[in-house]
């Protein structure tokens, strides 16, 4: 490691020595290392005060507290850095038998995650993956709305998916919906939750069609690009989140060619793609969505009774219609690589008033009821007779905030 790593190694290892104790034990406040307490008090004559049976049991205790000493370091600087580990252990083996102390283990799990925290220690991608479904869960609930089948696919697709041990094939998830209704945010908020760097992280890969793939005569440039970047990605990480915005616009060439990686898992020896999440955006399916929402409103029915298995057969025969987009063409709904097709609804006018007062909440400012009805009344609301649904959802609330900035 070069000097860049001198400060951190030093400062860990301050951290160590405190949870330590000096001794062995963690916290506690034993004897001083067995340099120390010679050069201190010098040798100890046969028949002096202590005597001679307990002079040598004093020096087998800290002998051993020195040993388990330079376990614990050289277990938590392999574990954070991995230098020399195998060397290390040949070189000093402990003898059988021996472990970590349970409580000394946990600490130095947790001061490794905490050392992990502030930058990347492991040589196999980010190690800072969380997943951390609950806190998933919990913003969908507070900050989603209008979306109880988004919410709902989102929640039990992913977190099944992570808990299955040994999945038989990457999870792919097709979001569907007018613009504005939540799919890159939730995509977000995916990405966030899984990994504490977010769309930053290492183990993330948004693509945007129309800014990757903008031309369709570089199509077989684009082919080769695309399956390299997934191809390395997963092998550096474990786990792994593809993002495709705008997904129609795909050429079915595209799709084609990152077909096996989301197929079912039969190549022995080769890199594993079991572990890696698809996320397909489109607006494709927006009409046939609103068209159910529409009929069930008209019917004096609540939109949460809208199932999943109802609006999702809809959906699919939407999508398998023979119209020029990439879903339509490629192999993907062929062969069902697709594991759900999530939709999103139409938002109503009091959705667009909860998101305005979560932009006003994020920018830390007071609101009042008159002021969302006002960002709310500054939206276009369809169809012409009933005004039913933002045609923006709540895209650009946020910018017509600062409308009411003094």
Not at 18 to 45: I, K, M, Q
Not at 211 to 216: D, G, I, Q, R, T
Not at 275 to 284: A, D, G, H, T
């Amino acid at each position: 490691m070069g000097q860049g790593g001198l400060p951190a190694r030093l400062g860990l290892a301050c951290c160590l020595l405190l949870l330590l104790g000096g001794s062995g034990g963690l916290g506690s406040r034993g004897p001083p290392p067995r340099g120390a307490w010679e050069e201190e008090r010098g040798p100890v004559a046969e028949g002096g005060p202590w005597g001679r049976t307990r002079y040598e049991a004093v020096k087998k205790h800290l002998g051993a507290v020195g040993a388990l000493s330079k376990q614990y370091w050289q277990y938590l600087a392999c574990k954070v850095w991995q230098e020399g580990c195998e060397e290390e252990e040949e070189e000093s083996s402990p003898s059988p038998g021996w472990s970590l102390p349970v409580v000394g283990q946990d600490y130095l799990e947790i001061l490794s995650a905490w050392y992990c925290s502030f930058g990347k220690c492991c040589k196999t991608g980010d190690c800072r993956i969380v997943n951390n479904i609950t806190g998933l869960e919990a913003d969908l609930n507070g900050q989603l709305h209008g979306q109880h089948l988004a919410k709902e696919v989102v929640i039990r697709a992913v977190q099944g998916f992570l808990r299955s041990p040994q999945p038989e094939k990457a999870l792919v998830l097709s979001f569907h919906g007018w613009s504005g209704t939540g799919k890159n945010f939730v995509a977000r908020m995916v990405a966030s939750h899984l990994y504490r760097d977010g769309l930053k992280s290492e183990c993330v890969r948004v693509f945007i069609s129309l800014f990757h793939f903008p031309h369709h005569k570089y199509v077989d440039s684009y082919k080769a690009q695309l399956k390299k970047q997934i191809s390395e990605t997963v092998q550096l990480c474990k786990q792994s989140l593809f993002i495709f915005d705008e997904a129609e616009k795909l050429h079915f060439s595209l799709l084609d060619a990152i077909k096996p990686f989301m197929a079912h898992y039969d190549n022995e020896g080769q890199v594993d793609y079991r572990r890696s999440i698809f996320l397909f955006l489109s607006n494709l399916g927006g009409n046939t969505i609103n068209e159910v929402a529409l009929d069930f409103w008209r019917a004096g029915r609540a939109r949460e009774e809208i199932s999943m298995e109802f609006l999702e057969q809809r959906l699919r025969l939407e999508l398998q219609e023979p119209e020029e987009n990439g879903y339509a063409r490629s192999h993907l709904l062929k062969e069902n690589l697709i594991d759900f097709f999530v939709p999103f609804l139409p938002l109503e006018y009091h959705h667009v008033k909860l998101c305005a007062r979560d932009a006003f909440l994020a920018r830390g400012l007071p609101y009042t009821e008159a002021a969302l009805d006002e960002v709310a009344g500054m939206m276009v609301f369809v169809p012409t007779e009933e005004k039913l649904f933002s045609a923006q959802g709540c895209k650009s609330v946020s910018q017509r905030i600062n409308y009411f900035l003094p």
